[in-house]
C-alpha cells in the first residue's frame, strides 16, 4: 500500500472535519442544549442523506429487511448517532475541545478491553504495551498534568461523559466488525454506505430526538438562541463531521487498512489544539503535548504489534 497524495488527503480530510466538530459544538452549545444540537445535527444528514440512501427505505421490501433487522440496527442507532455525540456535546459544557478529542483517541484501549471481555480477542502483549501508553496519555489529560489529582478523582465531568461515549463508540465499532448472522455475508442486504447508515439513522434519530425531548423535562435548559450563526453551525456539523467525514474515513480505510487508518485518526487532537487556540483562543498546555505523543506512540506500537 503506497501513501499517495489523494489517499492522504482521504485520511486527513475525516480527523480535520471531527476536530472542528468538537469547536463548532463548543460555541454552538451556548445558544442550544447539547442534547437537542445532536438531535438536529442527525435530522439534517438524514435528510440530506435520504436522497442517496433512499433504496434502503423506498420499497415494502426494502422496510422489511429493516424490520427483521431492528433489534441490531436500533442499538447500533442508539450508540452510533443517538449517544456518542449527544455525549461528546454534553461533555463541551465543562471540558474544552481539545481535552474531549484526546479522550476520543484512547479508543485503542477500549477496543482492545471490549474485544477481549466480550469476544475473547486476546491482544498481544506489545499491543497491551501500546495501549498503556495511550491510557497514561489520557490519564494525563484527565488529570490536568497532575497524575496526583487521579487519587483524589478529581475529574471533570464533560472529561467522564467523553469516556463513556468512547466505551460506547467502541462497543458499536466492534458490532460492526462482528455482526449477527444476518448481517454477514449473502444475509446482509445490498446497502451502500449510504444506504447503511439510513437504516441506523432510522432509529438513530428517534433515539436522538426522545433524547433531547426527555432532557427538556428532566434538566430543563434555556431556550434555544437561534441566530444565522447557529442554524450554519447545525448545517455544518451534519454535512461535514457526519456524512462527508463519514463517507471519505470509509473509503479511506478500505484502501489503507484500519492500522494506518488508526495512526491518523489521532491526529484529531492536534488539529482541535490549532483550531480552539486559533477560534476560541484556549490554548494547549504542556502536558497536553505529552499526552499528544503518548496516544500517538501508544497508537503506532499496538498497531506494528496488530500486524504481526
Not at 461528546?88 to 481539545?98: D, E, G, I, K, V
Not at 498534568?145 to 465531568?157: C, H, K
Not at 470509509?250 to 489503507?256: D, F, H
Not at 490554548?283 to 505529552?290: E, N, Q, S, V
Amino acid at each position: 500500500m503506497q501513501l499517495t497524495p489523494r489517499l492522504v488527503a482521504f485520511l486527513l480530510l475525516p480527523p480535520i472535519l471531527w476536530a472542528t466538530n468538537a469547536v463548532v459544538g463548543r460555541i454552538a452549545i451556548d445558544s442550544i442544549a447539547p442534547l437537542w444540537l445532536n438531535a438536529l445535527r442527525w435530522v439534517v444528514a438524514f435528510l440530506i442523506l435520504l436522497p442517496l440512501g433512499w433504496r434502503a427505505v423506498a420499497t415494502a421490501e426494502a422496510r422489511a429487511q429493516i424490520r427483521v433487522r431492528w433489534a441490531h440496527l436500533a442499538v447500533l442507532g442508539l450508540i452510533g448517532v443517538g449517544a456518542y455525540n449527544a455525549l461528546q456535546y454534553m461533555a463541551l459544557r465543562t471540558s474544552t475541545p481539545l481535552n474531549v478529542t484526546l479522550i476520543a483517541s484512547s479508543a485503542p484501549v477500549w477496543m482492545m478491553l471490549i474485544g477481549l471481555v466480550f469476544y475473547r480477542v486476546v491482544p498481544r502483549p506489545v499491543q497491551v504495551f501500546g495501549a498503556m501508553m495511550s491510557l497514561v496519555g489520557v490519564a494525563l489529560v484527565l488529570s490536568r498534568g497532575d497524575l496526583g489529582a487521579l487519587a483524589r478523582i478529581e475529574f471533570v465531568e464533560g472529561d467522564l461523559l467523553m469516556l463513556l461515549a468512547m466505551i460506547g463508540w467502541t462497543a458499536y465499532s466492534w458490532m460492526l466488525a462482528r455482526p449477527p448472522a444476518h448481517m454477514r455475508g449473502d444475509q446482509r442486504p445490498a446497502w451502500n454506505w449510504a444506504e447503511f447508515l439510513v437504516a441506523q439513522c432510522v432509529f438513530g434519530v428517534l433515539w436522538a430526538v426522545a433524547a433531547a425531548a426527555a432532557g427538556d423535562v428532566l434538566i430543563p435548559a434555556g431556550p434555544t438562541q437561534w441566530s444565522w450563526g447557529l442554524v450554519a453551525a447545525i448545517l455544518y456539523v451534519a454535512i461535514g463531521p457526519s456524512i462527508l467525514a463519514y463517507r471519505f474515513w470509509g473509503a479511506a480505510v478500505a484502501e489503507a487498512g484500519p492500522a494506518t487508518a488508526a495512526i491518523f485518526y489521532n491526529f484529531t487532537p492536534l488539529f482541535a489544539a490549532i483550531l480552539s487556540a486559533a477560534v476560541i483562543g484556549e490554548w494547549p498546555k504542556l502536558y497536553h503535548g505529552l499526552a499528544f505523543a503518548l496516544i500517538l506512540g501508544g497508537v503506532l506500537v499496538s498497531t506494528r504489534g496488530g500486524r504481526g
